[in-house]
């Protein structure tokens, strides 16, 4: 049985070239169990007839708000009630103008304002009127209402410019609707989350530290609570509530970080995710009265901290699946595959924090997953949806045979 079993899906397409794509998303979603019904806008049926995607979806295709026997059958209301979630792909700048303005004066409109349910949306436009300043305010009106923005990719466009503003591929959109249902998936297994920054004292009034907030570690506790497993936050110092279901841990330094951690991993652990930005070096003393104003400059010794996950990854007690975070302002991709390599990681997601609106206390995030089959671009989306995404692909990975897990030996180079 498909994870979307018994899941009702609405689907609004409007007038893009990227409308043909919805065929092969209403496959695949209908393929893991859902049923889809279609809206189309006028400007779409220029681009894909309502009978082929009456074909596809197996329901007929809803084009007209004031349709005297669409209204007999299934009208605009109850269409909008039968939706778990309610797609608008591809939205057109247009649409997403509309939908940001509260307009109902077409179908697709006027029933996204009606649904109680979730609003995603997928916009896919030239990249000129992605960047547009009245687009980037509409997209953001929408977040505040709690829209869900899929994507757009970037890359070549129809139009021959090469930019943002490509509809989201159907399997990461597909990925992104199931992530949003949460199963039971995890059921009996173990999950290790480290999350936040942590704090080296050097002296009673102050410490060395970083922008972490725990926003992404705490998402992901979130996310393999709701999937069902054991999981256990270990937290820096942050300012965030511990979610549902996650038995949290806080420390305050890497070293205490690194001993609750081998501690935890003495029981099987199926999953250990290291997204806490952990200090590299602490102050080698740690005065015990607050340093005095002396001299114009204070030379400060720092010593190198325990690699926590690299000594996870290493014991005995290895849990299943180990997955680092790789924050890198330069050479993301090269950097993060070096991490996974001589940290010995199953998994590093790839962080690119040069970007002030990712990475370090944003709500959203953009990140790369790399693992010994390659890499895989993952879509930006705010930390909660990310996390659900990586979370199920964990699953996936946890799902395959023990040798195609299998663990790397370090490379000679440490650019840890
Ligand atoms: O907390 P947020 O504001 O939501 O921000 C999220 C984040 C940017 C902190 C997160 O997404 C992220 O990228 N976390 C890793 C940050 C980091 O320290 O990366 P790193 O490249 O320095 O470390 C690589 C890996 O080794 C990480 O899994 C880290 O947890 C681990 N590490 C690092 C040093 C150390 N002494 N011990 C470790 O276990």
């Not at 949290?248 to 806490?276: W, Y």
């Not at 996936?396 to 299998?406: G, T, Y």
């Amino acid at each position: 049985m498909g994870h979307l079993h018994s899941r009702n899906i609405i689907i609004g397409v409007t007038g893009g070239i990227a409308a043909y794509k919805i065929a092969e998303l209403i496959r695949l979603l209908r393929g893991d169990g859902a049923s889809v019904r279609i809206i189309l806008s006028r400007g779409a049926q220029a681009f894909v007839t309502p009978l082929t995607l009456q074909s596809l979806s197996g329901y007929p295709v809803h084009t007209e708000l004031l349709d005297e026997t669409a209204e007999m059958g299934m009208g605009h209301i109850e269409l909008a009630r039968w939706a778990d979630i309610f797609l608008v792909a591809p939205a057109t700048a247009d649409t997403v103008a509309r939908l940001a303005a509260g307009r109902a004066d077409d179908l697709l409109t006027t029933a996204a304002l009606a649904t109680p349910a979730p609003l995603f949306v997928a916009p896919a436009m030239n990249q000129h009127m992605w960047n547009n300043a009245a687009t980037t305010a509409n997209i953001q009106t929408l977040r505040e209402r709690g829209v869900k923005i899929i994507g757009p990719d970037a890359g070549e466009q129809a139009c021959g410019d090469v930019g943002a503003g490509r509809l989201t591929e159907p399997e990461t959109i597909s990925a992104e609707i199931s992530a949003h249902f949460p199963t039971r998936a995890l059921e009996g297994k173990r999950a290790i989350i480290t999350a936040g920054p942590t704090r080296e004292p050097m002296d009673p009034v102050r410490y060395i530290s970083n922008h972490s907030s725990g926003k992404m570690g705490f998402a992901l506790a979130q996310a393999a609570a709701e999937a069902g497993a054991e999981t256990i936050l270990i937290s820096g110092p942050v300012m965030l509530d511990t979610p549902k279901g996650v038995t949290r841990i806080n420390v305050e330094t890497a070293l205490q970080m690194h001993e609750v951690c081998i501690d935890q991993i003495q029981k099987p652990t199926d999953l250990f995710v290291g997204s806490a930005a952990v200090a590299d070096y602490r102050a080698e003393f740690n005065a015990p009265q607050k340093i005095k104003k002396v001299g114009d400059t204070l030379t400060l010794n720092l010593v190198r901290n325990p690699d926590i996950i690299t000594e996870v990854a290493g014991s005995a007690h290895r849990p299943s699946l180990v997955v680092g975070f790789a924050a890198e302002t330069e050479q993301l991709l090269e950097y993060a595959e070096g991490k996974r390599l001589t940290k010995q990681l199953d998994v590093v997601i790839a962080n690119d924090v040069s970007q002030a609106d990712i990475g370090f206390n944003s709500d959203i995030n953009g990140v790369t997953w790399l693992d010994d089959t390659g890499h895989d671009v993952m879509p930006l989306t705010t930390k909660q949806n990310l996390a659900k995404l990586l979370i199920e692909r964990c699953r996936q990975k946890l799902s395959q045979p023990e040798d195609q897990n299998k663990h790397i030996s370090a490379p000679a180079e440490d650019n840890r």
